[in-house]
């Protein structure tokens, strides 16, 4: 059978899918429905310093192909996860990312340290979509400034493999791309969700508590795949794609775009197999396929003549 | 908890705007009154995600493993569900929630359900009445077409059961919390009574009232959009209160069912 | 009956519901299906100085809720339209805006003066997603000067109505907005569609000609909803909502966010009496509710409190 | 043309995968054979857009106006399609296109098609058949089992109709093509000869070199991805050689049928 494993910074995975922070808990629920030690990783929650409650509701609403969540980041806090999730997905053989956002720099640093120390962590991953107090609330995913001061400061927080997700609201991802590459992220992710909206035409108002949410699914498949494919072409890391990843055939045309690794996100929801069935099928193809190398088939899209 | 894929057997109107569905699945899964399933039966991303509904009833029906639910058609899946017939296939995903179960020291059990919240409170009925309990149903529509054209209600003897329709076309005229005030005013052992409610939002805030003002312990079974229906995407949290103070609780997994005196109604 | 007539700049259109630029075609081929002097206007494919063959097949492809096009705006050429097809609109009572593009701000202007003169042509809608080729490639939508230069080069060039169509594909829309707002234009359009992408696993290449192309359809309605509630608030002239509009619910959302008038796009593919419906169907809604003035419906939208 | 729903009427089984699907309409409308419809019998917007399908018929059938066209199953459009049941709506587009009108002058209509195609090869052969003309039918499929079981080919007689797989399960056995090279080279009276072809782009190809080389009047019947089918996109043009140039046109307004020399097949 065809190897899986990829290597991205100092981890070596042993398949290239994983899940999406935010859609997969702390990993604890789907260990009823699958042996969850199999998948590539598994990225939990975003964590943050202290224990944060998140949005009031309404949090989620569908969209046409898509949902919008405004979660708000509720999560138990980057110690209590170490303390109380971390020694039992250690326990299910899990391999964990962990999900890191702040309000701040040292923030972030902050719970990158912590992680730093925590056994069974395989990766950090960065969620810089959201927004720097300290700078008027934009984001630091929207800015290469900001993006690559705050990459620099995790950076030296912490030795374990530093994913750097970005957000997909820019003009130029690509540009983002760099600039975290350059302050030292061994890999970035890709796609955070779209920014959006939906109203609630009885009210007369948005329906969800916090007016905009997150766009993912199947809907932002297209624009992730862009993106994929536009940074896959300007950074030297290993690119992870994520959006809308719904069967082994969307995993397929990301591996084609460029990236070394895909996320589950959205599609847990919808059938929590999903990431399962993914791996599985994968395999199958590159089999039957014949397909000998992952890497060599990462970025193997034909270029149009033009 | 299992993830499926079942065949439908038969979908039948009940009322109005309602459907009895019944799945054939692999095996019948344990399950307790008030716990539901996610479920989605139509190709495409849209709609996306799965839908709540609560478990019927999941039993053997001449020797097949038979789940049944109960649905009110209201948007783009429930509609898309009413169109399904016979060897149609759906995904379910279940049993989901914490479901029903009736503490310790009470032996008489007032249920009242408003709208679709008949599906979750006769379940749980069935299940007391089963286990020998004093029960007594309140069920609120607003009017005789809503009255579902189901087992439970068509073979419960009056005493039991109490119909009422906001317009009087059916049963008592009237607004069924009204009647749930006069049945809480006749009870005489408070300790040993429960109360357990599951309706549109402004029917749950007057049970609250209700449950308040006599002081009887209640349960109500909540509804919230749900994304995921397992626990994972937080989606469906709600207000607890609790010794520590106020936390956000997921419907799907720390419910649907709470202590009315510890959860805030939205409207 | 309400008065559903809009105010945009010099222009009164009888209604709120317009068609948008290339998927109306040049709007002859509706008037089999329905009256088309109903509509509030519609939008012809977007026209060029001279006649642009458009980018080699394939061109489109359905995503999940939504499309990719990549037509490479074929069109026959702002003289041949004024000659050939604008003559034929009017005989058909039709409410006429001339979407207009260029690869210069010269060009731009250059479209706009011969439709300036043009009997019939209500409204010039800009499309200022298109590359500018004197600087290296970047779209005049995705940079505040470029956008601001090439609307004023416009606004020398043309007395009639003029409205900018936005680009979603930039970091923030709401200053794109203002410049071309103080640029002297007297409407914003948004949203273009957002950049995207599919690859066909079979052949290993990109599906579209193009590579990549623009997504439209109910899939991007939440980031085109929540575009224009962020701009509604940032600037005084009339906004145009489109976006993913098949049905009028999706027109209210508009409308509420702080649309003035909409634009209906994908949705004529899918069903061809679209536009009319979700006029009618508003119309109905509106004497239902009795609501009795649009311009107060417009922006409605309760603020959360936070 | 006209835009309306239509109620599925039957939706058989007629190969491996293919459908027959026969929808009542509120009349009959005029077609030329050819043409086709833009079909959408699905609840939600994924898939999105209607999808395109020869028109196999337009008639009055017991005293209703039935519309009827036949798919293969490729895709998610069609798997849905497929699972239609009497009853169910559908959303029609249609007549659309150019459709075929023999030119002056010819005689005989050489026609072939392959796999799927025969949906478009049958109602123009029928058309001629029924003024009078000569006609000859090629069909191809890649075996016995993707042999459409619809009344045309069953009915026509042997001389009329040449069946043939590739594996040689049902009629002869070969490719379509051979077979059209050497009917083609039996021709007598070239400029009153006319082909005619529908089928993948690789038969079609095949079907242009013959073409040249026999020099024989030739259209073909092209497929492209469609989102409206009505000229409004532009999503859909080939490049076709005119006097002036290479211009590009839509296949869903001045096509689906061009003439074979003036159109680029691309695999
Ligand atoms: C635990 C639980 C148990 C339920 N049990 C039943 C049941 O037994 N029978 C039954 O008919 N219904 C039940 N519901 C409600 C049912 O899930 C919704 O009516 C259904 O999801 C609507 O789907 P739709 O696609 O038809 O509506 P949509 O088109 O998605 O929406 C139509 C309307 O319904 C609202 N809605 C959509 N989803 C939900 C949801 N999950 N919860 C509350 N409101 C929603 C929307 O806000 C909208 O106003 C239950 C809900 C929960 C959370
Ligand atoms: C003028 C015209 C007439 C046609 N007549 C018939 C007919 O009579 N019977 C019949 O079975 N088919 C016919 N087709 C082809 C038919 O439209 C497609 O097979 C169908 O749209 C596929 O839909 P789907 O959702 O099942 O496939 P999808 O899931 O959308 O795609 C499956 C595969 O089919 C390809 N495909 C999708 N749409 C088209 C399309 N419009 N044209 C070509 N390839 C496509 C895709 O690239 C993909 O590889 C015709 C096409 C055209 C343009
Ligand atoms: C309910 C929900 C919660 C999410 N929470 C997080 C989070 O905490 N941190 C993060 O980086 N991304 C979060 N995301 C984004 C996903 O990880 C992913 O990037 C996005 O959903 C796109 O992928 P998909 O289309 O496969 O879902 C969340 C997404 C959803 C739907
Ligand atoms: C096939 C196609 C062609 C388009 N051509 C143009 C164009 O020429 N000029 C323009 O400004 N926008 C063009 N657009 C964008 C639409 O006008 C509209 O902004 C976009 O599709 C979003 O709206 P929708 O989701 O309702 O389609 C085109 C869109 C499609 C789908
Ligand atoms: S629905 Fe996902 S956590 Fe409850
Ligand atoms: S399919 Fe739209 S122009 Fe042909």
């Known amino acids: 059978m065809i190897d899986l494993s990829v290597q991205i910074g100092k981890s070596r995975f042993k398949n290239p899918v994983f899940t999406a922070s935010g859609t997969f808990g702390y990993g604890l629920e789907f260990s009823v429905f699958y042996d969850i030690s199999q998948l590539g990783a598994v990225t939990v929650k975003g964590l943050s310093l202290e224990p944060v409650p998140g949005n009031p509701g309404p949090r989620i609403f569908e969209t046409p192909s898509g949902m919008l969540n405004a979660i708000g980041l509720q999560n138990v806090g980057v110690r209590e996860f170490v303390r109380s999730y971390l ?175 895909i996320q589950v996100g959205t599609a847990n929801f919808v059938n929590p197999l999903s990431a399962l069935n993914i791996l599985k099928d994968l395999e199958k193809y590159f089999e039957d396929e014949g397909i000998e190398s992952l890497s060599q088939y990462v970025g193997s899209l034909a270029e149009v003549e033009s | 908890m299992d993830f499926f894929t079942g065949t439908v057997v038969s979908n039948r109107v009940i009322s109005e705007k309602c459907h009895l569905m019944k799945v054939e699945t692999e095996k019948v899964l344990d399950y307790k009154p008030g716990q539901f399933i996610m479920v989605r039966g139509w190709k495409g991303f849209d709609p996306l995600l799965p839908r709540p509904f609560a478990i019927y009833n999941w039993r053997e029906e001449e020797g097949r493993p038979i789940l049944s639910f109960v649905f009110k058609v209201v948007g783009r899946g429930t509609s898309i569900l009413s169109g399904l017939r016979e060897g149609d296939r759906v995904q379910v995903n279940g049993p989901l929630g914490n479901g029903f179960s009736p503490p310790e020291g009470k032996e008489r059990f007032i249920l009242a359900g408003g709208g679709i919240g008949f599906s979750a409170v006769l379940p749980v009925a069935r299940s007391l009445v089963d286990s020998g309990k004093d029960v007594r149903v309140l069920l609120g529509a607003r009017t005789a077409g809503e009255i579902p054209r189901i087992g439970y209600v068509e073979e419960a003897d009056r005493d039991h059961l109490l119909i009422t329709t906001d317009d009087g076309s059916f049963g008592e005229k009237g607004i069924v919390t009204d009647f749930l005030e006069r049945e809480l005013e006749e009870v005489g052992e408070k300790e040993r009574t429960l109360l357990f409610a599951c309706g549109p939002p402004r029917m749950l805030k007057k049970v609250q009232e209700l449950a308040e003002r006599f002081g009887i312990e209640t349960y109500l079974s909540l509804e919230n959009y749900m994304a995921c229906g397992f626990g994972v995407c937080l989606g469906c949290v709600v207000d607890r209160r609790t010794e520590e103070g106020i936390i956000r609780v997921r419907v799907c997994r720390e419910g649907p069912i709470f202590r009315s005196s510890e959860v805030e109604i939205y409207d």
């Open chain 1, 87 to 261: 020694p039992r997905l250690r326990e299910l053989g899990a391999t964990v990312i962990a999900n890191v956002y702040g309000k701040t720099e040292e923030e972030y640093a902050s719970v990158a340290a912590i992680l730093d120390e925590a056994e069974g962590v395989e990766a950090v991953e960065l969620n810089i979509s959201c927004p720097n107090v300290k700078e008027g609330g934009i984001a630091f995913g929207a800015n290469p400034l900001l993006a690559h001061n705050v990459v620099s400061a995790v950076r030296k927080a912490t030795e374990k493999t530093l994913i750097v997700k970005l957000s997909p609201n820019v003009t130029d991802i690509t540009e983002i791309a760099v600039a975290v590459e350059e302050a030292g992220a061994d890999s970035v992710s890709l796609i955070n969700t779209l920014l959006g909206m939906v109203i609630d035409v009885e009210r007369k108002r948005a329906v969800l508590g916090s007016t905009t949410g997150g766009l993912s699914g199947p809907a932002i498949k297209p624009v992730a795949l862009r993106m994929v494919y536009q940074v896959s072409k300007k950074v030297k890391i290993p690119v992870i794609g994520i959006g809308g990843i719904m069967t082994y055939r969307d995993a397929l045309e990301f591996f084609l775009a460029g990236a070394t690794a």
